[in-house]
Protein backbone atom coordinates (compact mmCIF):
# COMPACT_ATOMS: atom_id res chain seq x y z
CA UNK A 1 0.00 0.00 0.00
CA UNK A 2 1.18 3.46 -0.86
CA UNK A 3 1.57 5.83 1.60
CA UNK A 4 -0.82 7.99 0.01
CA UNK A 5 -3.41 5.62 0.18
CA UNK A 6 -2.51 4.64 3.67
CA UNK A 7 -2.96 8.27 5.07
CA UNK A 8 -6.25 8.47 3.01
CA UNK A 9 -7.71 5.73 4.73
CA UNK A 10 -6.23 6.33 8.27
CA UNK A 11 -8.36 9.50 7.94
CA UNK A 12 -11.48 7.88 7.54
CA UNK A 13 -10.47 6.24 10.65
CA UNK A 14 -10.15 6.97 14.58
CA UNK A 15 -6.98 7.12 16.13
CA UNK A 16 -8.51 4.34 18.63
CA UNK A 17 -9.09 2.01 15.86
CA UNK A 18 -5.74 1.98 15.44
CA UNK A 19 -5.03 1.26 18.82
CA UNK A 20 -7.11 -1.74 19.62
CA UNK A 21 -5.73 -3.49 16.32
CA UNK A 22 -2.43 -2.98 18.14
CA UNK A 23 -2.17 -2.56 21.55
CA UNK A 24 1.45 -1.47 21.55
CA UNK A 25 1.20 1.19 19.02
CA UNK A 26 3.46 4.36 20.47
CA UNK A 27 1.27 7.21 21.78
CA UNK A 28 2.26 10.58 23.10
CA UNK A 29 1.90 12.30 25.84
CA UNK A 30 -1.85 13.04 26.26
CA UNK A 31 -0.72 16.88 27.22
CA UNK A 32 -0.49 17.72 23.56
CA UNK A 33 -3.69 17.82 22.47
CA UNK A 34 -5.56 19.43 19.52
CA UNK A 35 -5.83 23.45 19.03
CA UNK A 36 -9.04 23.08 17.66
CA UNK A 37 -12.16 19.99 18.05
CA UNK A 38 -13.04 17.37 15.73
CA UNK A 39 -9.54 17.13 13.66
CA UNK A 40 -8.19 14.49 12.15
CA UNK A 41 -4.56 13.96 10.95
CA UNK A 42 -2.45 11.29 9.12
CA UNK A 43 0.76 11.81 6.92
CA UNK A 44 4.45 11.51 7.27
CA UNK A 45 6.22 13.36 9.72
CA UNK A 46 8.97 16.22 8.58
CA UNK A 47 10.74 16.58 11.50
CA UNK A 48 12.09 20.24 12.69
CA UNK A 49 13.94 21.41 15.47
CA UNK A 50 12.94 24.73 17.12
CA UNK A 51 14.67 25.38 20.44
CA UNK A 52 13.34 29.15 20.96
CA UNK A 53 14.33 30.19 17.18
CA UNK A 54 11.84 29.08 14.55
CA UNK A 55 14.18 29.37 11.07
CA UNK A 56 13.58 25.36 10.85
CA UNK A 57 9.93 26.24 10.65
CA UNK A 58 10.61 28.88 7.84
CA UNK A 59 13.19 25.99 6.13
CA UNK A 60 10.12 23.32 6.81
CA UNK A 61 7.33 25.34 5.42
CA UNK A 62 9.58 25.63 2.01
CA UNK A 63 10.81 22.18 1.52
CA UNK A 64 8.12 19.65 3.52
CA UNK A 65 6.13 17.88 0.57
CA UNK A 66 2.30 18.58 0.36
CA UNK A 67 0.61 16.04 2.51
CA UNK A 68 3.49 16.13 5.48
CA UNK A 69 2.87 16.63 8.68
CA UNK A 70 5.21 19.08 10.62
CA UNK A 71 6.96 17.89 13.45
CA UNK A 72 8.61 20.17 16.30
CA UNK A 73 9.97 19.30 18.91
CA UNK A 74 10.55 22.63 21.21
CA UNK A 75 13.21 21.19 23.55
CA UNK A 76 11.19 22.30 26.09
CA UNK A 77 11.80 25.96 25.15
CA UNK A 78 8.44 27.57 26.77
CA UNK A 79 8.12 29.97 23.40
CA UNK A 80 5.25 29.55 20.86
CA UNK A 81 6.37 27.24 17.52
CA UNK A 82 3.72 28.53 15.13
CA UNK A 83 0.89 30.86 14.76
CA UNK A 84 -1.67 31.95 12.32
CA UNK A 85 0.66 32.33 9.77
CA UNK A 86 3.08 29.03 9.54
CA UNK A 87 -0.18 27.37 9.56
CA UNK A 88 -1.81 28.99 7.17
CA UNK A 89 1.39 28.58 5.22
CA UNK A 90 0.98 25.00 6.04
CA UNK A 91 -2.28 24.86 4.84
CA UNK A 92 -1.69 27.29 1.71
CA UNK A 93 1.44 24.47 0.79
CA UNK A 94 -0.84 21.07 1.05
CA UNK A 95 0.42 19.76 4.40
CA UNK A 96 -1.83 17.96 6.42
CA UNK A 97 -0.62 19.97 9.89
CA UNK A 98 1.60 20.92 12.71
CA UNK A 99 2.47 18.99 16.05
CA UNK A 100 4.02 20.79 18.78
CA UNK A 101 5.92 19.02 21.60
CA UNK A 102 5.68 22.85 22.84
CA UNK A 103 3.17 25.78 22.59
CA UNK A 104 1.52 27.24 19.82
CA UNK A 105 0.28 31.32 19.49
CA UNK A 106 -2.82 33.07 17.69
CA UNK A 107 -5.31 30.15 18.51
CA UNK A 108 -8.02 32.88 17.47
CA UNK A 109 -5.94 32.81 13.62
CA UNK A 110 -5.38 28.87 14.04
CA UNK A 111 -9.31 28.10 14.45
CA UNK A 112 -9.79 30.31 11.45
CA UNK A 113 -7.09 28.53 9.24
CA UNK A 114 -8.59 25.37 10.32
CA UNK A 115 -5.33 23.32 9.71
CA UNK A 116 -4.80 20.76 12.76
CA UNK A 117 -2.20 22.18 14.79
CA UNK A 118 -1.92 19.95 18.10
CA UNK A 119 0.41 21.81 20.96
CA UNK A 120 0.71 21.59 24.83
CA UNK A 121 -0.77 25.13 25.04
CA UNK A 122 -0.65 28.65 23.84
CA UNK A 123 1.79 31.73 24.79
CA UNK A 124 1.77 34.98 23.07
CA UNK A 125 5.49 35.25 23.37
CA UNK A 126 7.66 33.48 20.09
CA UNK A 127 11.51 33.00 19.33
CA UNK A 128 13.48 34.13 16.91
CA UNK A 129 14.21 34.06 13.22
CA UNK A 130 18.02 33.24 13.13
CA UNK A 131 18.92 29.86 12.95
CA UNK A 132 20.43 27.68 12.72
CA UNK A 133 17.93 25.15 10.50
CA UNK A 134 17.41 21.64 12.38
CA UNK A 135 14.74 19.43 9.94
CA UNK A 136 14.61 16.13 8.93
CA UNK A 137 16.90 14.65 11.87
CA UNK A 138 15.04 12.42 14.20
CA UNK A 139 13.46 14.37 17.50
CA UNK A 140 11.83 13.61 20.72
CA UNK A 141 8.02 14.17 20.60
CA UNK A 142 5.64 13.28 23.31
CA UNK A 143 8.09 10.74 24.83
CA UNK A 144 8.64 9.16 21.74
CA UNK A 145 11.45 8.86 19.16
CA UNK A 146 9.91 10.08 15.68
CA UNK A 147 12.22 9.66 12.62
CA UNK A 148 11.90 11.65 9.46
CA UNK A 149 8.83 9.65 7.06
CA UNK A 150 7.08 8.13 10.24
CA UNK A 151 3.29 8.64 9.63
CA UNK A 152 1.60 10.63 12.12
CA UNK A 153 -2.18 9.98 13.03
CA UNK A 154 -4.48 12.15 15.63
CA UNK A 155 -7.46 12.98 16.22
CA UNK A 156 -9.79 14.43 19.27
CA UNK A 157 -7.87 11.37 21.46
CA UNK A 158 -4.81 12.45 21.02
CA UNK A 159 -1.88 11.10 18.64
CA UNK A 160 0.38 7.83 17.90
CA UNK A 161 3.16 7.95 15.53
CA UNK A 162 4.77 4.60 13.64
CA UNK A 163 6.38 3.84 10.63
CA UNK A 164 4.31 3.34 7.45
CA UNK A 165 4.64 -0.49 7.03
CA UNK A 166 3.89 -0.63 10.92
CA UNK A 167 0.60 1.29 10.31
CA UNK A 168 -0.17 -0.27 7.18
CA UNK A 169 -0.25 -4.04 8.61
CA UNK A 170 -2.73 -3.74 10.84
CA UNK A 171 -5.54 -0.98 8.91
CA UNK A 172 -7.14 -3.56 7.93
CA UNK A 173 -8.03 -5.05 11.12
CA UNK A 174 -8.53 -1.50 12.32
CA UNK A 175 -11.41 -1.04 9.69
CA UNK A 176 -13.01 -4.34 10.42
CA UNK A 177 -13.35 -3.31 14.14
CA UNK A 178 -14.95 0.13 13.36
CA UNK A 179 -17.25 -1.70 11.21
CA UNK A 180 -17.71 -4.11 14.11
CA UNK A 181 -18.34 -1.34 16.67
CA UNK A 182 -20.22 0.85 14.14
CA UNK A 183 -22.68 -2.32 14.29
CA UNK A 184 -22.11 -2.67 18.43
CA UNK A 185 -23.02 1.49 18.65
CA UNK A 186 -26.40 0.91 16.10
CA UNK A 187 -27.90 -1.81 18.46
CA UNK A 188 -26.70 -0.20 21.78
CA UNK A 189 -28.89 2.84 19.85
CA UNK A 190 -31.70 0.49 19.49
CA UNK A 191 -31.64 -0.48 23.59
CA UNK A 192 -29.52 -3.26 22.82
CA UNK A 193 -27.07 -4.07 26.22
CA UNK A 194 -23.61 -4.59 25.91
CA UNK A 195 -23.93 -7.73 27.74
CA UNK A 196 -26.30 -9.07 24.71
CA UNK A 197 -23.45 -7.97 21.97
CA UNK A 198 -20.91 -9.10 23.06
CA UNK A 199 -19.90 -12.51 25.28
CA UNK A 200 -19.25 -10.50 28.68
CA UNK A 201 -21.53 -13.17 30.84
CA UNK A 202 -19.67 -16.18 29.65
CA UNK A 203 -16.25 -14.06 29.92
CA UNK A 204 -16.95 -13.18 33.39
CA UNK A 205 -18.09 -16.58 34.20
CA UNK A 206 -15.00 -18.54 32.60
CA UNK A 207 -12.27 -15.76 34.76
CA UNK A 208 -14.17 -16.76 38.33
CA UNK A 209 -13.84 -20.34 37.25
CA UNK A 210 -10.31 -19.70 36.21
CA UNK A 211 -11.23 -20.96 32.33
CA UNK A 212 -9.24 -19.40 29.65
CA UNK A 213 -11.71 -16.82 27.66
CA UNK A 214 -11.56 -14.03 25.39
CA UNK A 215 -13.76 -11.05 25.44
CA UNK A 216 -15.30 -10.41 22.20
CA UNK A 217 -18.61 -9.43 19.93
CA UNK A 218 -20.95 -11.68 19.37
CA UNK A 219 -20.19 -12.99 15.58
CA UNK A 220 -23.62 -11.48 14.48
CA UNK A 221 -22.33 -8.59 15.13
CA UNK A 222 -19.83 -8.13 12.90
CA UNK B 1 -34.21 11.39 52.70
CA UNK B 2 -34.00 8.77 50.09
CA UNK B 3 -31.36 8.46 47.94
CA UNK B 4 -33.34 9.07 45.02
CA UNK B 5 -34.71 12.43 46.61
CA UNK B 6 -30.85 13.29 47.36
CA UNK B 7 -29.67 12.73 44.19
CA UNK B 8 -33.07 14.61 42.36
CA UNK B 9 -32.37 17.41 44.66
CA UNK B 10 -28.36 17.69 44.29
CA UNK B 11 -29.34 17.55 40.13
CA UNK B 12 -31.23 20.98 40.70
CA UNK B 13 -28.40 23.04 41.98
CA UNK B 14 -24.30 23.68 41.56
CA UNK B 15 -21.66 21.79 43.34
CA UNK B 16 -20.30 25.24 44.42
CA UNK B 17 -23.66 25.67 46.50
CA UNK B 18 -22.81 22.37 48.48
CA UNK B 19 -19.32 23.57 48.93
CA UNK B 20 -20.49 27.04 50.67
CA UNK B 21 -23.47 25.18 52.69
CA UNK B 22 -20.37 22.61 54.06
CA UNK B 23 -16.41 24.22 53.58
CA UNK B 24 -14.84 20.84 54.45
CA UNK B 25 -17.04 18.46 51.79
CA UNK B 26 -13.97 16.57 49.92
CA UNK B 27 -13.07 17.82 46.80
CA UNK B 28 -11.69 16.19 43.64
CA UNK B 29 -8.04 17.04 42.24
CA UNK B 30 -9.20 19.94 40.10
CA UNK B 31 -7.35 18.35 37.17
CA UNK B 32 -10.29 15.35 37.02
CA UNK B 33 -12.79 17.71 34.60
CA UNK B 34 -15.81 17.02 32.63
CA UNK B 35 -15.08 16.11 29.10
CA UNK B 36 -18.09 17.95 27.42
CA UNK B 37 -19.36 21.06 28.64
CA UNK B 38 -22.30 21.99 31.09
CA UNK B 39 -22.67 18.51 32.64
CA UNK B 40 -24.46 17.96 36.20
CA UNK B 41 -23.71 14.39 37.41
CA UNK B 42 -25.31 12.87 40.96
CA UNK B 43 -25.43 9.64 42.13
CA UNK B 44 -23.86 6.60 44.18
CA UNK B 45 -20.41 5.55 43.74
CA UNK B 46 -19.87 1.83 41.90
CA UNK B 47 -16.19 1.49 42.58
CA UNK B 48 -14.00 0.17 39.69
CA UNK B 49 -10.81 -0.83 39.15
CA UNK B 50 -8.91 0.02 36.38
CA UNK B 51 -4.91 -0.26 36.20
CA UNK B 52 -4.90 -1.01 32.50
CA UNK B 53 -7.24 -3.81 32.41
CA UNK B 54 -10.74 -2.99 31.49
CA UNK B 55 -12.71 -6.54 32.36
CA UNK B 56 -13.84 -4.28 35.70
CA UNK B 57 -15.91 -1.79 33.80
CA UNK B 58 -17.94 -5.00 31.76
CA UNK B 59 -18.35 -6.28 35.20
CA UNK B 60 -19.68 -2.73 36.76
CA UNK B 61 -21.83 -2.10 33.42
CA UNK B 62 -23.37 -5.00 34.11
CA UNK B 63 -24.13 -4.96 37.90
CA UNK B 64 -24.07 -1.10 38.84
CA UNK B 65 -27.51 0.02 39.72
CA UNK B 66 -29.28 2.50 37.60
CA UNK B 67 -28.56 5.80 38.87
CA UNK B 68 -25.17 5.07 40.20
CA UNK B 69 -22.07 6.92 38.88
CA UNK B 70 -18.96 4.46 38.07
CA UNK B 71 -15.79 5.61 40.10
CA UNK B 72 -12.89 4.89 38.14
CA UNK B 73 -9.44 4.23 39.90
CA UNK B 74 -6.83 3.60 36.80
CA UNK B 75 -4.08 2.98 39.36
CA UNK B 76 -2.08 6.16 37.25
CA UNK B 77 -1.86 3.48 34.13
CA UNK B 78 -1.78 6.15 31.39
CA UNK B 79 -4.13 4.05 28.58
CA UNK B 80 -7.70 5.24 28.66
CA UNK B 81 -10.58 3.71 30.64
CA UNK B 82 -13.38 4.04 28.67
CA UNK B 83 -14.87 5.55 25.36
CA UNK B 84 -18.09 5.63 23.33
CA UNK B 85 -19.10 2.27 23.97
CA UNK B 86 -18.89 2.08 27.49
CA UNK B 87 -20.52 5.68 27.79
CA UNK B 88 -23.02 4.15 25.20
CA UNK B 89 -23.54 0.96 27.64
CA UNK B 90 -24.11 3.41 31.06
CA UNK B 91 -26.35 5.73 28.85
CA UNK B 92 -28.81 2.42 27.97
CA UNK B 93 -28.03 1.20 31.61
CA UNK B 94 -29.40 4.48 33.27
CA UNK B 95 -26.16 5.19 35.33
CA UNK B 96 -25.87 8.72 36.05
CA UNK B 97 -22.28 8.91 34.46
CA UNK B 98 -18.76 8.14 34.58
CA UNK B 99 -15.96 9.32 37.09
CA UNK B 100 -12.43 8.53 35.93
CA UNK B 101 -8.76 9.19 38.00
CA UNK B 102 -7.48 8.35 34.42
CA UNK B 103 -8.21 8.72 30.65
CA UNK B 104 -10.82 8.56 28.49
CA UNK B 105 -10.95 8.10 24.60
CA UNK B 106 -13.22 8.79 21.88
CA UNK B 107 -14.15 12.10 23.21
CA UNK B 108 -16.36 12.71 20.14
CA UNK B 109 -18.14 9.58 20.54
CA UNK B 110 -18.82 10.37 24.57
CA UNK B 111 -20.26 13.85 23.39
CA UNK B 112 -22.68 12.10 21.19
CA UNK B 113 -24.04 9.85 23.79
CA UNK B 114 -24.02 13.36 25.97
CA UNK B 115 -23.47 10.69 29.60
CA UNK B 116 -21.22 12.85 32.19
CA UNK B 117 -17.68 12.05 31.79
CA UNK B 118 -14.94 13.26 34.20
CA UNK B 119 -11.21 12.48 33.42
CA UNK B 120 -7.94 13.65 33.61
CA UNK B 121 -7.92 13.59 29.38
CA UNK B 122 -8.06 11.89 26.27
CA UNK B 123 -5.85 9.28 24.85
CA UNK B 124 -6.25 6.88 22.32
CA UNK B 125 -5.16 3.78 23.30
CA UNK B 126 -7.37 1.46 26.21
CA UNK B 127 -6.38 -1.42 28.23
CA UNK B 128 -7.05 -5.33 27.67
CA UNK B 129 -10.05 -6.84 28.58
CA UNK B 130 -8.69 -10.08 30.71
CA UNK B 131 -9.43 -9.35 34.54
CA UNK B 132 -8.83 -9.89 37.95
CA UNK B 133 -12.12 -7.94 38.26
CA UNK B 134 -12.13 -5.49 41.21
CA UNK B 135 -15.15 -3.41 41.73
CA UNK B 136 -17.16 -2.63 44.81
CA UNK B 137 -14.18 -1.67 47.06
CA UNK B 138 -12.70 1.59 48.34
CA UNK B 139 -11.06 3.26 45.53
CA UNK B 140 -8.68 6.21 45.69
CA UNK B 141 -9.86 8.88 43.43
CA UNK B 142 -8.65 12.63 43.00
CA UNK B 143 -7.19 12.85 45.98
CA UNK B 144 -9.65 11.41 47.95
CA UNK B 145 -11.05 8.04 49.42
CA UNK B 146 -14.06 6.84 47.79
CA UNK B 147 -16.20 4.37 48.98
CA UNK B 148 -19.28 2.02 46.87
CA UNK B 149 -22.29 4.10 47.94
CA UNK B 150 -20.92 7.12 48.63
CA UNK B 151 -22.35 10.03 46.50
CA UNK B 152 -20.59 11.65 43.85
CA UNK B 153 -21.68 15.52 42.62
CA UNK B 154 -20.20 17.17 40.08
CA UNK B 155 -20.47 19.86 37.30
CA UNK B 156 -18.26 22.35 35.46
CA UNK B 157 -16.55 23.47 38.57
CA UNK B 158 -15.53 20.16 39.42
CA UNK B 159 -16.39 16.78 41.95
CA UNK B 160 -17.21 16.15 45.75
CA UNK B 161 -17.07 13.06 47.13
CA UNK B 162 -19.34 12.33 50.58
CA UNK B 163 -21.47 9.97 52.26
CA UNK B 164 -25.28 10.43 51.28
CA UNK B 165 -26.22 11.60 55.15
CA UNK B 166 -23.63 14.40 54.74
CA UNK B 167 -24.71 15.87 51.83
CA UNK B 168 -28.13 15.33 52.68
CA UNK B 169 -27.72 17.31 56.26
CA UNK B 170 -26.31 20.28 54.40
CA UNK B 171 -28.65 20.16 51.12
CA UNK B 172 -31.38 22.45 52.85
CA UNK B 173 -28.91 25.26 53.55
CA UNK B 174 -27.26 24.69 49.97
CA UNK B 175 -30.70 25.15 48.07
CA UNK B 176 -31.09 28.12 50.75
CA UNK B 177 -28.07 29.71 49.64
CA UNK B 178 -28.70 29.06 45.78
CA UNK B 179 -32.05 31.28 46.82
CA UNK B 180 -30.34 34.29 48.08
CA UNK B 181 -27.62 34.14 45.36
CA UNK B 182 -30.45 33.89 42.60
CA UNK B 183 -31.85 36.70 44.59
CA UNK B 184 -28.44 38.34 44.51
CA UNK B 185 -27.51 38.12 40.94
CA UNK B 186 -30.84 39.34 39.39
CA UNK B 187 -30.77 42.45 41.53
CA UNK B 188 -26.67 43.09 40.20
CA UNK B 189 -28.11 42.64 36.74
CA UNK B 190 -30.55 45.58 37.71
CA UNK B 191 -27.73 47.30 38.27
CA UNK B 192 -27.33 47.31 42.70
CA UNK B 193 -23.54 46.54 43.92
CA UNK B 194 -22.29 43.70 46.14
CA UNK B 195 -21.95 46.60 48.71
CA UNK B 196 -25.38 47.54 48.48
CA UNK B 197 -26.97 43.52 49.09
CA UNK B 198 -24.30 42.58 51.35
CA UNK B 199 -23.02 43.82 54.63
CA UNK B 200 -18.97 44.46 53.02
CA UNK B 201 -18.74 47.99 54.11
CA UNK B 202 -19.42 47.45 57.68
CA UNK B 203 -17.67 43.81 57.44
CA UNK B 204 -14.41 45.75 56.55
CA UNK B 205 -15.18 48.69 58.78
CA UNK B 206 -15.48 45.99 61.61
CA UNK B 207 -12.32 43.88 60.82
CA UNK B 208 -10.49 47.01 60.99
CA UNK B 209 -11.58 47.82 64.02
CA UNK B 210 -10.76 44.12 65.37
CA UNK B 211 -14.52 43.83 66.14
CA UNK B 212 -15.99 40.43 65.83
CA UNK B 213 -17.83 40.34 62.56
CA UNK B 214 -19.24 38.08 60.15
CA UNK B 215 -19.46 38.34 56.63
CA UNK B 216 -23.26 38.00 54.92
CA UNK B 217 -26.25 39.31 52.48
CA UNK B 218 -28.45 41.81 53.50
CA UNK B 219 -31.83 39.81 54.78
CA UNK B 220 -33.71 41.90 52.44
CA UNK B 221 -32.24 39.86 49.34
CA UNK B 222 -32.83 36.80 51.55
CA UNK C 1 -0.01 58.13 26.08
CA UNK C 2 -2.39 58.37 29.01
CA UNK C 3 -3.15 55.11 30.43
CA UNK C 4 -7.10 54.85 28.89
CA UNK C 5 -5.31 55.23 25.95
CA UNK C 6 -2.76 52.53 25.90
CA UNK C 7 -5.52 50.24 27.05
CA UNK C 8 -7.60 50.60 24.47
CA UNK C 9 -5.01 50.32 21.58
CA UNK C 10 -4.00 47.20 23.36
CA UNK C 11 -7.85 46.20 23.34
CA UNK C 12 -7.90 46.52 19.33
CA UNK C 13 -4.79 44.46 18.74
CA UNK C 14 -3.21 40.73 20.09
CA UNK C 15 -1.09 40.03 22.71
CA UNK C 16 1.58 37.94 20.35
CA UNK C 17 2.10 41.35 18.14
CA UNK C 18 2.79 42.75 21.64
CA UNK C 19 5.13 40.06 22.30
CA UNK C 20 6.96 40.57 18.86
CA UNK C 21 7.32 44.61 19.11
CA UNK C 22 9.57 43.50 22.29
CA UNK C 23 10.54 40.25 22.54
CA UNK C 24 11.22 40.67 25.77
CA UNK C 25 8.14 41.13 27.90
CA UNK C 26 7.01 39.46 30.70
CA UNK C 27 4.68 36.58 29.62
CA UNK C 28 2.99 34.62 32.35
CA UNK C 29 2.89 30.62 33.12
CA UNK C 30 0.78 29.84 30.27
CA UNK C 31 -1.19 27.30 32.62
CA UNK C 32 -2.96 30.81 33.54
CA UNK C 33 -5.53 30.83 30.75
CA UNK C 34 -8.72 32.29 29.83
CA UNK C 35 -11.88 29.96 31.79
CA UNK C 36 -14.36 31.87 28.24
CA UNK C 37 -13.28 31.99 24.45
CA UNK C 38 -12.44 34.90 21.95
CA UNK C 39 -11.78 37.47 25.34
CA UNK C 40 -9.68 40.03 25.13
CA UNK C 41 -7.92 42.14 28.67
CA UNK C 42 -5.93 45.33 29.29
CA UNK C 43 -6.16 47.52 32.21
CA UNK C 44 -3.85 48.01 34.91
CA UNK C 45 -3.01 45.83 37.87
CA UNK C 46 -5.39 45.99 41.20
CA UNK C 47 -3.71 43.26 43.50
CA UNK C 48 -4.64 41.29 45.80
CA UNK C 49 -3.60 38.46 47.90
CA UNK C 50 -6.37 35.80 48.27
CA UNK C 51 -4.93 32.68 50.01
CA UNK C 52 -7.50 30.86 50.99
CA UNK C 53 -9.66 33.95 52.17
CA UNK C 54 -11.80 36.37 50.05
CA UNK C 55 -12.28 39.55 52.21
CA UNK C 56 -9.24 41.05 49.93
CA UNK C 57 -11.31 40.33 47.30
CA UNK C 58 -14.56 42.46 48.86
CA UNK C 59 -12.72 45.12 49.50
CA UNK C 60 -10.47 45.06 46.08
CA UNK C 61 -14.19 45.19 44.37
CA UNK C 62 -15.09 48.09 46.18
CA UNK C 63 -12.23 49.86 45.79
CA UNK C 64 -10.83 49.07 42.53
CA UNK C 65 -11.03 51.96 39.79
CA UNK C 66 -13.28 51.27 36.72
CA UNK C 67 -10.58 50.21 33.98
CA UNK C 68 -8.78 47.88 36.37
CA UNK C 69 -7.62 44.18 36.12
CA UNK C 70 -8.11 42.09 39.48
CA UNK C 71 -4.74 40.72 39.51
CA UNK C 72 -5.38 37.27 42.35
CA UNK C 73 -2.46 35.99 44.10
CA UNK C 74 -3.82 32.80 45.52
CA UNK C 75 -0.51 31.73 47.23
CA UNK C 76 -0.97 28.17 46.00
CA UNK C 77 -4.13 27.41 47.99
CA UNK C 78 -6.42 24.78 45.94
CA UNK C 79 -10.02 26.78 46.57
CA UNK C 80 -11.68 29.22 44.31
CA UNK C 81 -11.13 33.28 44.48
CA UNK C 82 -14.26 33.93 42.40
CA UNK C 83 -17.03 32.80 41.21
CA UNK C 84 -19.98 34.46 39.23
CA UNK C 85 -20.75 37.28 41.70
CA UNK C 86 -17.83 38.27 42.20
CA UNK C 87 -17.22 38.40 38.57
CA UNK C 88 -20.41 40.00 38.25
CA UNK C 89 -19.74 42.54 40.41
CA UNK C 90 -16.63 43.60 38.46
CA UNK C 91 -18.80 43.94 35.38
CA UNK C 92 -21.33 45.90 36.56
CA UNK C 93 -18.53 48.21 38.74
CA UNK C 94 -16.95 48.47 35.30
CA UNK C 95 -13.51 46.86 36.06
CA UNK C 96 -11.93 44.94 32.32
CA UNK C 97 -11.21 41.69 34.46
CA UNK C 98 -10.26 39.19 37.07
CA UNK C 99 -6.90 37.20 36.34
CA UNK C 100 -6.06 34.64 38.94
CA UNK C 101 -3.08 32.62 39.90
CA UNK C 102 -5.45 30.35 41.10
CA UNK C 103 -8.92 28.90 40.33
CA UNK C 104 -12.13 29.98 40.40
CA UNK C 105 -15.55 28.77 40.51
CA UNK C 106 -19.33 29.00 38.96
CA UNK C 107 -18.06 28.33 35.05
CA UNK C 108 -21.17 28.53 33.98
CA UNK C 109 -22.50 32.10 35.53
CA UNK C 110 -19.33 33.70 34.31
CA UNK C 111 -19.39 33.13 31.00
CA UNK C 112 -22.50 34.00 31.34
CA UNK C 113 -21.26 37.37 32.84
CA UNK C 114 -18.94 37.42 30.31
CA UNK C 115 -16.01 39.17 31.98
CA UNK C 116 -12.80 37.85 31.06
CA UNK C 117 -11.69 35.68 33.64
CA UNK C 118 -8.00 33.62 33.71
CA UNK C 119 -7.36 31.14 36.08
CA UNK C 120 -5.71 27.75 36.03
CA UNK C 121 -9.07 25.84 36.26
CA UNK C 122 -12.26 25.51 38.32
CA UNK C 123 -13.29 24.13 41.32
CA UNK C 124 -15.89 24.24 43.39
CA UNK C 125 -14.88 25.33 46.98
CA UNK C 126 -13.96 28.39 47.79
CA UNK C 127 -12.40 30.13 51.43
CA UNK C 128 -13.96 31.93 54.30
CA UNK C 129 -14.31 35.87 54.03
CA UNK C 130 -12.60 36.80 57.14
CA UNK C 131 -9.42 38.51 56.16
CA UNK C 132 -7.04 39.89 56.89
CA UNK C 133 -7.20 42.17 53.42
CA UNK C 134 -4.20 42.65 51.43
CA UNK C 135 -4.58 44.69 47.96
CA UNK C 136 -2.46 46.84 46.53
CA UNK C 137 1.07 45.63 47.19
CA UNK C 138 3.64 44.26 44.76
CA UNK C 139 1.93 40.08 44.38
CA UNK C 140 3.69 36.51 42.58
CA UNK C 141 1.64 35.85 39.41
CA UNK C 142 2.77 33.51 36.88
CA UNK C 143 5.99 33.51 37.96
CA UNK C 144 5.86 37.26 37.66
CA UNK C 145 5.84 39.97 39.66
CA UNK C 146 3.33 42.37 39.46
CA UNK C 147 3.43 45.70 41.10
CA UNK C 148 0.22 47.53 41.33
CA UNK C 149 -0.55 49.74 38.52
CA UNK C 150 1.19 47.14 36.20
CA UNK C 151 -0.40 46.87 33.17
CA UNK C 152 -2.33 43.06 32.43
CA UNK C 153 -2.95 42.53 29.09
CA UNK C 154 -4.64 39.26 27.74
CA UNK C 155 -6.49 37.11 25.03
CA UNK C 156 -6.83 33.63 24.04
CA UNK C 157 -3.16 33.14 24.07
CA UNK C 158 -2.19 34.14 27.88
CA UNK C 159 -1.53 37.07 29.75
CA UNK C 160 1.67 39.46 29.71
CA UNK C 161 2.45 42.25 32.58
CA UNK C 162 4.70 45.01 32.25
CA UNK C 163 4.27 48.60 33.08
CA UNK C 164 2.76 51.14 31.21
CA UNK C 165 5.33 52.60 29.84
CA UNK C 166 6.54 50.05 28.47
CA UNK C 167 4.27 48.58 26.98
CA UNK C 168 3.63 52.42 25.31
CA UNK C 169 7.04 52.49 24.40
CA UNK C 170 6.69 49.67 21.47
CA UNK C 171 2.63 49.75 20.90
CA UNK C 172 3.04 51.70 17.75
CA UNK C 173 5.45 49.10 16.82
CA UNK C 174 2.92 46.35 17.85
CA UNK C 175 0.15 48.27 15.71
CA UNK C 176 2.77 48.19 12.33
CA UNK C 177 3.32 44.46 13.03
CA UNK C 178 -0.44 43.88 13.51
CA UNK C 179 -1.12 45.84 9.47
CA UNK C 180 2.00 43.97 8.38
CA UNK C 181 0.64 40.50 8.91
CA UNK C 182 -2.67 41.22 8.22
CA UNK C 183 -1.09 42.14 4.87
CA UNK C 184 0.24 38.83 4.39
CA UNK C 185 -2.36 37.16 5.71
CA UNK C 186 -4.36 38.47 3.30
CA UNK C 187 -2.25 37.54 0.37
CA UNK C 188 -1.60 34.21 1.79
CA UNK C 189 -5.55 33.50 1.67
CA UNK C 190 -5.31 34.47 -2.36
CA UNK C 191 -2.89 32.09 -2.79
CA UNK C 192 0.83 34.12 -2.57
CA UNK C 193 2.90 31.77 -0.24
CA UNK C 194 4.99 32.65 2.57
CA UNK C 195 8.39 32.87 0.46
CA UNK C 196 6.76 35.43 -1.88
CA UNK C 197 5.73 37.52 0.66
CA UNK C 198 9.10 37.34 2.97
CA UNK C 199 12.81 37.14 2.40
CA UNK C 200 12.99 33.36 3.66
CA UNK C 201 15.00 31.95 0.54
CA UNK C 202 17.31 34.98 0.78
CA UNK C 203 17.90 34.57 4.82
CA UNK C 204 18.02 30.71 4.41
CA UNK C 205 20.92 30.87 2.00
CA UNK C 206 22.69 33.76 3.71
CA UNK C 207 22.58 31.82 6.81
CA UNK C 208 24.21 29.01 5.01
CA UNK C 209 27.14 30.93 3.70
CA UNK C 210 27.51 32.57 7.26
CA UNK C 211 26.84 35.85 5.81
CA UNK C 212 24.50 38.17 8.01
CA UNK C 213 20.38 38.49 7.71
CA UNK C 214 17.49 39.45 8.89
CA UNK C 215 14.20 37.42 8.01
CA UNK C 216 11.55 40.30 7.30
CA UNK C 217 8.60 40.46 5.57
CA UNK C 218 9.11 41.77 1.97
CA UNK C 219 8.68 45.92 1.90
CA UNK C 220 6.01 45.41 -0.43
CA UNK C 221 3.37 44.17 1.89
CA UNK C 222 4.22 46.38 5.04
Excluded at 9 to 32: E, F, G, N, T, Y
Excluded at 186 to 207: I, S
Amino acid sequence: MDLHELCARLHRIQVSSMCDADKSLPVCDPLIRPMLADVTVAGPAFTVRAEGDLLGMVAALGSAAPGSVLVVDSGGDPRACSGELFAGEAARAGLAGIVIDGFCRDLRGIRRVGLPVFARGATPNSGTISGPVVVGTPVRFGGLEVRPGDVVFGDDDGLVVAAADRLAAVIDKAEAIERTEAGVAEAMATGTGLYQLTNAAEHLAARDHGRPSTFGYRSTTG
